[in-house]
Each structure stands twice: as C-alpha cells, then as structure tokens.
C-alpha cells in the first residue's frame, strides 16, 4: 500500500461519511470483508454502511440501520441498535444496551454508558456488581462532543446536547440542554425563545398541557413559590396547642400519619422540621410511639394515649393496616429528622422464609391486588429498616425469598401480580397494588422491575379510563399509582415516551390548578370503597400531591423548576443500594 493510499484509508477512519462517495473499488471490497466478518459475530448492517477498521467492536448485538457509520478508534461493546443515518464519530464510546433512532449524530470523544457499577462499601469496587437499564436516544438528535450520558437516560426526538455535557436524567424531545449535569436552556423549535403556543393560564392552571421549556415550566416554578410561601400557615392549621399534636385538618382527629406528613411537608418546601416542636422533640415523639412487642407503630387510642394492637397470628404477624403503613411513614420521617426507629421490626425479623412463602400464597391477590400489595410494601420496608439497625433476620434468606417469589409470580403479559382486571372492574386494583408493591420492594431496594414495558402498556390504558382520570376525578392515590409506576418503569425503558409525557403533560396541569390557598391540597373525591378523607384540604393531600408533582414533572422534564425532590416515602431515588446487606 503506497502513502497515498493509506492516507485515503485514514481519512475515511475520520470522515466516514465520506466513504461512499469517495472510495476506490479497492477500499470498498476491504471494507466488504471487514463488514462480512463482523455479520460472522452477528452484527446485522444495513445498505451503505461503514465501519472503520480502527474503530473497536467488540459487540454482543450490532444492528447499524441504512447509511450509518461508525468512525475510527470509536469503542463499541455490548447490544448496539441504531437506525437510519447514525454516526459515531472517531474516539466516541458506546458501551452496554445503546439504542438509537434514526439521524443521530454523536460526536467525537463523547461516551454513552449503557451500565453502572456499584460503589457501596461493604467490598471493594472491583467486586462490585454491575447493572445496566440502558441508554434511549430517539430519532434526529445531535449529540456534541465530549457529551458523556448515564445508564437509564432517554434523550427524546429532535434533542440537542451541548458539548461537554454530562446527562444524567431524561431530556424531553426538542430540547437543547448543556452542562454539569445537563439541563434544557430551551425549545429546539422555539426562534430565540420558549414556545408560547401552548399557554398554562396564570393562575396555575388550565385546560392544555404547556410546553415543558415554556409556559408549564413557568408555572411549576410558580407554584412551588407559592406553596414555600405558605407552607408555614398550613402546618400551624394543622397543629392543635392543646394536645401537641396534629391532624390531617381542622377539627379532624389526631393521628400519628399526620405528624409524619407535616414533618414531610416541611422537609419537602422548607428544609427543616415543622416550628411547632424542635427537631430532637419531633423523632422522640415519633420514636416512643413503637410497639416494643411488633415493632409495629400503632394509632393513638381514643384518649390520645399510646394504641393497642391485635393480637398475632399463627405465623407472628400482627394484621393491622394503620399500624403496617405508620412502619413507611414514621420510619421515613425520622430520617428526614436524622433519626431512625428505637428497635427492629420484630414480626418482620422474626418471619422465617417459609412463613413469608405461605404469608404470600394467602393474600388476596385476585380480589383486593391492592391489600396484598400494601402488605408486601410494609414487609419489604421492615426488613429495610432492620438491615439499617444492623439486625439479622430470624431465619436467613427471608428477604431474597420475597424476590424470589416474586419474580416467578409476576404476569408477563402485564408485567403485574394479581388479575388482569375486567371491563366492569377496570384496572384501578391491579396497578394501585402494583404502586403499592413495588414502592417498598423494586423501587426501595433499587432493583430493576421486571417487563418495563408490559408495565407501561398496562398503566398507561389504566390511566385513560375516565372513572378515575376523567377532570375532577381524580385523586391522590390514583395518581400516584400512576406516576410512580410510569417514572419508575421508564428508568428502564423509553417505551411510549411521547404518550407518557402527554398524560403527565395533562395532569400536571389539573394538579396545579388543586393548590388552596392558606391551605395546601384536598385528596380527592374518595377512592374505591370509600378510602381517602376526601377533598378539603388536609396534610396528607398535600404531601401526597406535592410528590405527584414532582413525579409528573419530571416526567414532563421540569422538575428541576419546583426546587424540592421527594426525600420520604415517594422519594424517587432507592433507599438502599441493590445488594440487600448495604446501607443506602
């Protein structure tokens, strides 16, 4: 080969573009052969490709769509997907589960890491286990160079990614971000501005969805002003000086979850526990409310005095519901006071494995999918709570029995635990248990959920049915049970992104619009069977519907705009890091 030829072969290593146009017969029958033992390790290239020889591709899966390129000293690993009119540009990096869409541009020595390691310090790094959600990058995106983006983000269509840019988290289509980490500076579509022609009217409302760099983004940023604004008065209402303790609203009964959810409330718009008591005096309320036999935290009695729990069934348990949830809520608002539970959970540690099977088989996953669902979340956060007292459960094993359990139990086709609903019944049990379930398993331990994208299926024709989403139907807990479900799904897969968007597009925009002033949010018109204290506003409605905000928008990519993230019970990010003996 004289100089002038290699010369040609180099350039085509940094302009493959180039090679159709460009090269001899003698170049394109090397690059033939280079495409032919690459089909004999599997990868799939479609017409007018080309693939440097100094690139290195070492893949398991590696489907390149029409006139798709990948350039010189690129490094390419594991299951690769691209379409039409892709290109990798020299040096750029792309490991792990990459799939992009068509007319994708990324640029010279940036890196998609479709994997993650773990750092957790019970062994070293090197013995750390890897996981891998992947990477989503949809059609006609520009990706600058020296872009690095993390496992589980979903760049939507049209996007553009400023150089030296680090993405951590989704971007909405037809955004243009940049930074450390990355955020939208604007809409794409937009001629030296946000677009305005989807308006959200100004009183935080509306009956259209805003566009996320524009009008809806102004509104998220206004109402969290305004609800930081006020948070102060709507915990006083809540407060009664005369037995030192709270209610969920005026006149209503003091209950233990409603000091939690002023502690939550607080944290979430103020950063600091509620006036009404120092923080050390908040968790030693807290704290003396456990039951040292259970473990269990039960309601206060009628005389406001410490409560009294059933007795145990055969297998230890202690079957009361107030009691199974104030394990979530009590436990989580003592970490946002920097504190924790006295004692372990003892019915959850002294379940044996066998106990837990048998308690499984027994719930009523067929009828009430939702009960069966708050039972395992309760469990699931039990054991969390013990593992951070550094408490052994009875019986090794007990915990990955659960995970056990349920992945062999879980429907494939809806990627649920229950029955798949009926057209009379709906879907409301099956994904409000789903919520339930994985909020205290999949989500708390941070695990993958098993069929991302059945679950989205199933969720997103739940959330069309008008019994329950229909405007002024809507509540809390319904919600939640969808949101949750679509954002934590969504870290796996970027399945029916766009309908996802556009549902929490519209809720977000109904969720605004519930804010009253001096007084916070209502719950909602009540639930099946009757659940949920209704719509005047009280503290659990807006503890439950300030986390439905920041779901949504994150869906929606404005969630940066509200200024808080979830730290307690809806808090986004697992409590634990996956390997269940880790502090999280």
């Known amino acids: 080969m004289d100089a002038q030829t290699a010369l040609d072969d180099a350039y085509f290593d940094y302009c493959p573009w180039d090679f159709v146009g460009r090269a001899s017969a003698e170049q394109r029958a090397a690059q033939d052969a280079h495409q032919r033992r690459l089909a004999e390790s599997g990868a799939h290239l479609g017409p007018r490709c080309y693939v440097s020889p100094a690139a290195r591709v070492f893949t398991d899966t590696l489907r390149l769509g029409t006139d798709s390129y990948i350039a010189g000293h690129a490094y390419v690993t594991g299951e690769v997907t691209a379409g039409d009119d892709c290109t990798v540009n020299p040096y750029a990096t792309v490991r792990g589960r ?19 390691h773990g750092f957790a310090p019970d062994r070293p790094v090197h013995r750390q286990p890897l996981t891998a959600k992947g990477i989503t990058v949809g059609d006609d995106v520009w990706i600058g160079s020296h872009v690095v983006v993390l496992d589980g983000v979903t760049i939507g269509d049209h996007c553009v990614v400023g150089a030296g840019a680090v993405v951590t988290k989704d971007l909405a289509p037809w955004t243009v971000a940049a930074g450390n980490p990355a955020r939208p500076l604007r809409d794409r579509r937009a001629q030296g501005g946000p677009r305005r022609d989807r308006a959200v009217s100004g009183d ?41 303790r709270y209610a969920d609203r005026p006149g209503a009964p003091a209950t233990v979850r409603a000091h939690c959810h002023a502690v939550e409330i607080a944290d979430l718009l103020l950063g600091a526990p509620p006036e009404q008591l120092a923080a050390d005096e908040h968790a030693a309320r807290l704290r003396a409310l456990q039951d040292p036999g259970s473990g269990l935290v039960p309601e206060f009695a009628p005389d406001g005095g410490p409560g009294v729990l059933p ?55 067929r009828t009430r999918t939702w009960s069966a669902g708050a039972w395992v979340d309760c469990w699931a956060t039990g054991a969390h709570r013990n593992l951070e007292l550094g408490v052994e459960d009875g019986e090794p094993g007990a915990l990955e029995a659960l995970f056990g359990w349920l992945t062999t139990r879980v429907d494939p086709w809806t990627g649920m635990w229950g029955t798949a609903g009926s057209p009379a019944a709906g879907r409301l049990q ?5 919520y339930r379930l994985t909020r205290g398993s999949y989500a708390q331990f941070g695990l993958d959920v098993p069929y991302a994208e059945r679950v989205v299926d199933t969720v997103l024709a739940h959330g069309r049915d008008q019994r329950w989403f229909a405007a002024g139907r809507e509540n809390a807990c319904n919600v939640l049970d969808v949101a949750h479900p679509l954002w934590l799904a969504g870290r796996r897969s970027g399945h029916r992104a766009a309908e996802v968007r556009a549902w929490a597009e519209e809720q977000l925009t109904r969720a605004l619009g519930r804010w009253r002033d001096g007084a916070g949010f209502g719950f909602g018109p009540a639930g099946e069977g009757g659940g949920g204290p209704g719509r005047e506003p009280g503290l659990q409605g807006t503890e439950m519907w300030l986390a439905i905000v920041w779901l949504l928008a994150d869906l929606v990519g404005v969630a940066d705009r509200l200024g808080y993230r979830p730290r307690g019970v809806h808090r986004p990010e697992p409590a634990r890091s996956p390997g269940f003996a880790t502090p999280g």
């Open 204 to 244: 935080l409302s509306g009956d259209r969805p805003g566009d996320p760099s524009g009008d809806l983004g102004d509104a998220v940023a206004r109402f969290a002003d305004r609800a930081r604004a006020q948070a102060a008065d709507l915990l006083a209402r809540c407060w009664n000086p005369d037995t030192g």
């Open 430 to 434: 099956l994904v409000n248990g789903y």
């Open 311 to 365: 007795a145990p069934a055969a297998d230890g348990w202690v079957d009361d519901g107030t009691a199974e949830y104030h394990v979530l809520a009590v436990g989580y608002a003592l970490d946002l006071l920097g504190s924790r539970l006295t004692q372990p959970v003892h019915v959850v540690r002294r379940m044996t494995a066998g106990q837990l099977i048998t308690r499984l088989e027994s719930l009523p996953w």
């Open 98 to 116: 990459i799939t992009l869409g068509d007319g994708v541009r990324i640029g010279a020595h940036s890196s998609l890491l479709g994997f993650n």
